[in-house]
């Protein structure tokens, strides 16, 4: 491992730019007001190849580790490569990928536990059967910039000797931008029945469904699980049902949801771009066709506890 012993930089301290939401093709409190308790904040990420810096919020970039903290492994006796005919690879320790970075100042609708201002999230980039699940297994670190001034730090990270392609993002910058999401499962049997029926007329009548005018899949901190199956909410310990923390989502910012900075045409705000580039200039995971990973966190523990869910 290379370290390089410069401090911490100040770059980017002005903040990183958002993308423009375009407007909601109508009032929700107006067309289904029985929808309007389910609104929920969130902040799309909205990730784009680049070359972030490792003191920047990002998806798949570098981020800013301690030169004298060991780069995180992992050892599992069955995580395994499905392009090599599901061969377990454990326990083999394989290292971990950087998958996201998120410094306070981006973004500023995320609670994070007191002294800390930088959450860094990576995976094993490989298949884990836990929970049959197959999917990566997240860890997240909590620290301090501040902390981090006067260290070392890493200047590169090593690289997995075995991984699975789907889970590897490339290096993304991110434009956190706040937007109003409501609820694609989690809302009761009868009101979601209902929610379907009124979404069908919807998008005969407008083109576009409740679904892909009001709620995300793509990846996002806070707001609902992208869920593509039937919700899976995770219960901690203490009993206390945990909340959706993020998610990363091989779905990425398309229709409604394109921002404004993207579109080569005018027109309605759910019309697709006549440039589809912007929607897959991207951080390249497939996650097994279309899949998200969700982060939950019970904030009820002082420790704030973390587990996943995966579907695709």
Same mark, same amino acid.
Do not use: K, M, N, Y
């Given at each position: 491992m290379a370290a390089d012993f410069g401090r911490v930089t100040m770059r980017g301290l002005e903040g990183i730019m958002t993308r423009t939401v375009p407007p909601a093709p109508f009032d929700i409190a107006d067309a289904f007001p029985e929808l309007v308790p389910y609104a929920r904040a969130t902040t799309l990420l909205y990730p784009r190849a680049g070359s972030p810096g490792r003191d920047e919020s990002s998806l798949g970039g570098p981020l800013l580790w301690p030169a004298d903290e060991s780069w995180p492994t992992c050892a599992a006796p069955d995580h395994y490569n499905p392009t090599r005919g599901c061969a377990v690879v454990g326990p083999a320790p394989v290292s971990m990928v950087s998958v996201? +970075?998120?410094? &306070?100042?981006? =973004? /500023? &609708?995320?609670?994070? /536990? &007191?002294?800390?201002? *930088?959450? +860094? =999230?990576? !995976?094993?980039?490989? *298949? @884990? #059967?836990? @929970?049959? +699940? @197959? #999917?990566?297994?997240?860890?997240?670190? !909590?620290? #301090?910039?501040?902390? *981090? &001034?006067?260290? /070392?730090l890493l200047d590169e990270a090593p690289r997995p000797h075995e991984f699975e392609d789907e889970f590897v993002p490339r290096p993304c910058v991110i434009h956190p931008t706040e937007a109003v999401e409501y609820p694609n499962w989690d809302m009761p049997a009868e009101l979601s029945e209902r929610v379907g029926k009124w979404s069908e007329e919807v998008e005969e009548s407008c083109g576009i469904s409740y679904y892909d005018a009001f709620t995300t899949q793509q990846s996002k901190i806070g707001g609902y699980p992208g869920w593509t199956q039937p919700p899976n909410w995770p219960y901690c310990a203490c009993g206390s049902r945990m909340e959706h923390l993020l998610t990363i989502s091989a779905s990425e910012s398309c229709g409604r949801w394109l921002p404004v900075e993207e579109r080569t045409r005018p027109g309605c705000a759910w019309e697709v771009s006549d440039n589809p580039e912007p929607q897959h200039d991207s951080h390249d995971m497939d996650m097994g066709d279309s899949g998200g990973i969700y982060v939950f966190v019970c904030r009820t523990c002082p420790t704030w506890p973390t587990v996943h869910r995966y579907d695709c």
């Open positions: 996201l +970075q998120l410094i &306070a100042r981006d =973004v /500023p &609708a995320l609670v994070f /536990p &007191a002294g800390t201002d *930088l959450l +860094q =999230v990576l !995976w094993c980039p490989l *298949l @884990h #059967s836990e @929970h049959d +699940q @197959h #999917s990566p297994v997240p860890v997240l670190r !909590w620290r #301090s910039v501040a902390d *981090l &001034a006067d260290r /070392p």
